[in-house]
């Protein structure tokens, strides 16, 4: 990396966390320290939000699906702009008039403190895995390509991320993330315009995605019904929505992000513009991707993106079989691009014949490449059982590193440290919430003065960034990130939607019949993953269904009472 | 039960999300927009995907 890259890298990261702590600065009340003093406008929230769920997983990860499974991906957002409908209708009114610092504060008021504990524990679990992932992600970036220690780099990055968490509270995090959004974007729209440009010259932005559609990158829309695929319309419109709804109505790192709000008009604006944006960001996100893919069908890719592991099996005894995939991986590549430029070619001649030869010839090389690739990943993981055989994450870095020009590597590097830091500053800061407003102060310190409160806050986000810090180190056996952060969280999110929407709907049903309703459907989503090969977004599905028809159940076969008297 | 939450409680009104429902015209606009926008969407992917597979 070059020293402008050095410069561009640094200097951001440090602007990002100088302009934290100074918009940070003298929080002295528990409720400007987590809710910013629910002063903060529209523009704020929407891409507070936005940048809370777009990690640096989102700006690694999904070009890489692209590239390697098309923009399919792009499916799983679908039920998200309802969502946001539905919330704004519900849930933030609720939220607003009840003034609650988090999610499972209100939920005491619905079904008692054993529930709010329940509910409150099972986010401080996901939460606190799903942000030592997000922690970990820019840590495998240099590892991979600079040589770094990955865990120094997660310390370093958790410092910083710790640092001004800590000292500014919320207002920071919130105040940080809209530039760190804004950085990330146009990282990305940088590196979309500089694949473009590196095609060759005969090569135009239509012929790319005519090419990327050929084979099979383009394929954002599926109505195929079937449970077993992860990403089609029907799962993403109703796992989707059950996944946003929980995420957005009930997990704290984005409730605590609309909290703020200084109004409920100003919130719901929040969210509707997240709804609008969403699923646009995520396309153009994706599309980066299919863009990438074409730009490696006229420059030779390796034929695994993982260089640590390549070289690891080209050490071993395997070496020599892996040569051979990458000798016939190489042939395959020149094949292929003879046949892009006759397509492009073809397309531009208008001649339907050739267009049709040369797709067919196309689909029939990427088939044979894409089985030389899992050759070649099956032979990693023979070497190396503890090996990850995806190298989805690695593709956007490779393509990154090896092809940008100086000080726009350093711009790309920072725009992914920038939505790391920004995804784990709103998790910790979440987690730190949390556990002080829903477990400590409720359960031991009730009569604590404020400042006090404020105190513990910044003790329980060092002691929740440590406990990150330390997880991150042991993240790298999860396989691709973003299916892992997505995968946690809908082990849990089907059965806290649950009780949320009992809570908000089903009047009748008490504190004992939602405890058990979500016990029992938390239960029924762990079955589900250990002896169904059911695709991971039906989980919330599962969860949220079962936790809703269990606890009707129950509360029929109890005696008749008052919900709100019978609370303990 | 938790005395704030109840003097909360009390004070906010049932929190039932009818209460809480739609009032603002301006709101149903945007809800409608978003709708709208979404569908436009998912049929201009629809669209490409079947254009350029």
Redesign the interface.
């Given at each position: 990396m070059s020293s402008i890259d050095w410069f561009v890298l640094i200097a951001t990261l440090l602007a990002i966390v100088a302009y934290g702590l100074w918009k940070g600065r003298r929080q002295q009340r528990l409720e400007q320290y987590l809710l910013a003093d629910r002063q903060l406008r529209w523009y704020t929230i929407a891409l507070s939000v936005m940048a809370t769920q777009a990690s640096a997983i989102t700006f690694l990860s999904t070009p890489g699906q692209a590239y390697t499974d098309g923009m399919r991906f792009v499916q799983f957002y679908l039920g998200l702009p309802i969502a946001m409908v539905i919330l704004s209708i519900t849930a933030v009114p609720i939220y607003h008039r009840l003034r609650v610092f988090t999610a499972y504060e209100y939920l005491e008021t619905r079904f008692g403190p054993r529930t709010r504990t329940l509910t409150a524990l099972l986010f401080l679990v996901q939460r606190g895995l799903s942000t030592a992932i997000t922690l970990y992600a820019p840590a495998l970036i240099v590892s991979l390509v600079l040589g770094w220690n990955a865990q120094l780099t997660t310390l370093v990055i958790g410092a910083l991320v710790i640092l001004y968490t800590t000292t500014g509270g919320t207002k920071a995090v919130s105040w940080t993330q809209t530039h760190q959004l804004l950085i990330a974007l146009a990282g990305m729209a940088t590196a979309l315009v500089i694949a473009i440009h590196s095609l060759p010259p005969r090569v135009g932005l239509v012929d790319a995605v005519r090419v990327a559609g050929t084979m099979g990158r383009i394929n954002v829309i599926d109505f195929h019904f079937d449970v077993t695929t992860p990403y089609n319309f029907w799962s993403g419109l109703f796992g989707g929505l059950m996944v946003a709804l929980a995420y957005f109505g009930t997990d704290q790192s984005q409730v605590q992000r609309y909290l703020t709000g200084a109004s409920v008009t100003q919130s719901r604006l929040g969210l509707l513009v997240n709804a609008l944006v969403k699923v646009p960001m995520q396309f153009f996100i994706l599309f980066v991707g299919a863009m990438v893919f074409v730009f490696y069908q006229f420059v030779a890719p390796p034929v695994f993106f993982n260089p640590v592991q390549r070289a690891k099996v080209l050490q071993s005894a395997y070496g020599v079989e892996f040569r051979a995939l990458e000798t016939t991986h190489a042939t395959t590549f020149d094949a292929k691009r003879a046949a892009a430029t006759q397509l492009v070619d073809a397309m531009r001649a208008r001649d339907a014949n050739a267009i049709a030869r040369m797709r067919t010839q196309l689909r029939t090389l990427q088939q044979r490449d894409d089985d030389t690739r899992r050759a070649a990943a099956t032979l990693i993981r023979k070497n190396d059982r503890t090996a990850d055989a995806a190298d989805t994450d690695y593709v956007f870095l490779t393509f990154i590193m090896q092809n940008l020009p100086r000080g726009v590597v350093g711009l790309l590097l920072a725009a992914i440290f920038c939505a790391a830091m920004s995804a784990t500053a709103s998790g910790l800061n979440s987690l730190a919430s949390s556990s002080v407003v829903d477990i400590w102060r409720r359960h031991t310190a009730r009569e604590q003065s404020d400042h006090r409160c404020v105190i513990v806050s910044k003790w329980m986000t060092v002691a929740w960034g440590v406990f990150c810090i330390l997880f991150a180190l042991y993240a790298n056996q999860l396989g691709s990130l973003i299916v892992a952060v997505n995968k946690i969280g809908s082990y849990f999110y089907g059965t806290m939607l649950a009780i949320f929407l009992l809570a908000f709907y089903a009047k009748r049903v008490g504190a004992t019949a939602a405890f058990w309703g979500a016990i029992f459907a938390e239960a029924a989503v762990v079955l589900c993953s250990i002896f169904t090969n059911m695709a991971w977004l039906w989980w919330n599905v599962v969860g949220c269904v079962a936790g809703i028809a269990a606890a009707l159940f129950i509360e029929m076969l109890l005696p008749a009472q008052n919900p709100i008297e019978a609370l303990p | 039960?938790?005395e704030e939450?109840?003097m909360?409680?009390s004070e906010?009104?049932d929190?039932?999300?009818s209460e809480?429902?739609?009032r603002?015209s301006s709101?149903r606009f945007?809800?409608a927009?978003?709708?709208v926008?979404?569908a436009l969407?998912?049929a201009l992917?629809?669209a490409?995907?079947r254009?350029?597979?």
């Amino acid at each position: 990396m070059s020293s402008i890259d050095w410069f561009v890298l640094i200097a951001t990261l440090l602007a990002i966390v100088a302009y934290g702590l100074w918009k940070g600065r003298r929080q002295q009340r528990l409720e400007q320290y987590l809710l910013a003093d629910r002063q903060l406008r529209w523009y704020t929230i929407a891409l507070s939000v936005m940048a809370t769920q777009a990690s640096a997983i989102t700006f690694l990860s999904t070009p890489g699906q692209a590239y390697t499974d098309g923009m399919r991906f792009v499916q799983f957002y679908l039920g998200l702009p309802i969502a946001m409908v539905i919330l704004s209708i519900t849930a933030v009114p609720i939220y607003h008039r009840l003034r609650v610092f988090t999610a499972y504060e209100y939920l005491e008021t619905r079904f008692g403190p054993r529930t709010r504990t329940l509910t409150a524990l099972l986010f401080l679990v996901q939460r606190g895995l799903s942000t030592a992932i997000t922690l970990y992600a820019p840590a495998l970036i240099v590892s991979l390509v600079l040589g770094w220690n990955a865990q120094l780099t997660t310390l370093v990055i958790g410092a910083l991320v710790i640092l001004y968490t800590t000292t500014g509270g919320t207002k920071a995090v919130s105040w940080t993330q809209t530039h760190q959004l804004l950085i990330a974007l146009a990282g990305m729209a940088t590196a979309l315009v500089i694949a473009i440009h590196s095609l060759p010259p005969r090569v135009g932005l239509v012929d790319a995605v005519r090419v990327a559609g050929t084979m099979g990158r383009i394929n954002v829309i599926d109505f195929h019904f079937d449970v077993t695929t992860p990403y089609n319309f029907w799962s993403g419109l109703f796992g989707g929505l059950m996944v946003a709804l929980a995420y957005f109505g009930t997990d704290q790192s984005q409730v605590q992000r609309y909290l703020t709000g200084a109004s409920v008009t100003q919130s719901r604006l929040g969210l509707l513009v997240n709804a609008l944006v969403k699923v646009p960001m995520q396309f153009f996100i994706l599309f980066v991707g299919a863009m990438v893919f074409v730009f490696y069908q006229f420059v030779a890719p390796p034929v695994f993106f993982n260089p640590v592991q390549r070289a690891k099996v080209l050490q071993s005894a395997y070496g020599v079989e892996f040569r051979a995939l990458e000798t016939t991986h190489a042939t395959t590549f020149d094949a292929k691009r003879a046949a892009a430029t006759q397509l492009v070619d073809a397309m531009r001649a208008r001649d339907a014949n050739a267009i049709a030869r040369m797709r067919t010839q196309l689909r029939t090389l990427q088939q044979r490449d894409d089985d030389t690739r899992r050759a070649a990943a099956t032979l990693i993981r023979k070497n190396d059982r503890t090996a990850d055989a995806a190298d989805t994450d690695y593709v956007f870095l490779t393509f990154i590193m090896q092809n940008l020009p100086r000080g726009v590597v350093g711009l790309l590097l920072a725009a992914i440290f920038c939505a790391a830091m920004s995804a784990t500053a709103s998790g910790l800061n979440s987690l730190a919430s949390s556990s002080v407003v829903d477990i400590w102060r409720r359960h031991t310190a009730r009569e604590q003065s404020d400042h006090r409160c404020v105190i513990v806050s910044k003790w329980m986000t060092v002691a929740w960034g440590v406990f990150c810090i330390l997880f991150a180190l042991y993240a790298n056996q999860l396989g691709s990130l973003i299916v892992a952060v997505n995968k946690i969280g809908s082990y849990f999110y089907g059965t806290m939607l649950a009780i949320f929407l009992l809570a908000f709907y089903a009047k009748r049903v008490g504190a004992t019949a939602a405890f058990w309703g979500a016990i029992f459907a938390e239960a029924a989503v762990v079955l589900c993953s250990i002896f169904t090969n059911m695709a991971w977004l039906w989980w919330n599905v599962v969860g949220c269904v079962a936790g809703i028809a269990a606890a009707l159940f129950i509360e029929m076969l109890l005696p008749a009472q008052n919900p709100i008297e019978a609370l303990p | 039960m938790n005395e704030e939450f109840r003097m909360k409680n009390s004070e906010s009104g049932d929190p039932a999300p009818s209460e809480f429902f739609i009032r603002n015209s301006s709101f149903r606009f945007l809800y409608a927009g978003v709708l709208v926008a979404l569908a436009l969407e998912v049929a201009l992917f629809y669209a490409l995907t079947r254009a350029l597979s």
